[in-house]
């Protein structure tokens, strides 16, 4: 299997963590929550902002590598006037739904992240 592009593998267990290159960028398979549905939570992280997430039932390296492979460069950047300032705040929980929000020093646009743990949207 041909490697991964720009992502470099830091740790293995108990959890599967990627650096990416050339963004800093950290991919991580790890263990989720007990009030999660699924085990395991794959997310891609821009800035401590989850670009991507997805659970599983196992831990399921060969289709979270197979993510990493579709996502070489994650980027974070403003959808309303794509400057890429953006800043990253705090954590907000409704139950087992976890979300972080962000916001654009450039134009003001807020918008909640991805959820990292409970039902993706």
Not at 8 to 32: C, D, F, I, K, Q
Not at 112 to 119: I, K, R
Request: hydrophobic share 30%; proline share 7%; net charge positive.
């Amino acid at each position: 299997m041909p490697r991964i592009t720009n992502w470099r593998r830091e740790s293995r267990s108990p959890t599967l963590a990627y650096r990416n290159t050339e963004t800093g960028a950290r991919a991580v398979l790890h263990r989720a929550p007990d009030s999660d549905r699924y085990k395991w939570r794959g997310a891609i992280l821009v800035d401590g902002y989850p670009v991507w997430s997805h659970g599983y039932e196992m831990k399921d390296a060969k289709s979270f590598r197979n993510e990493l492979r579709k996502r070489p460069s994650p980027e974070l950047s403003c959808p309303e006037c794509l400057h890429d300032d953006i800043v990253v705040g705090g954590k907000s929980a409704d139950g087992a739904k976890v979300q972080r929000w962000f916001e654009c020093r450039n134009c003001g646009y807020e918008s909640p992240s991805c959820l990292v743990y409970g039902a993706e949207r």
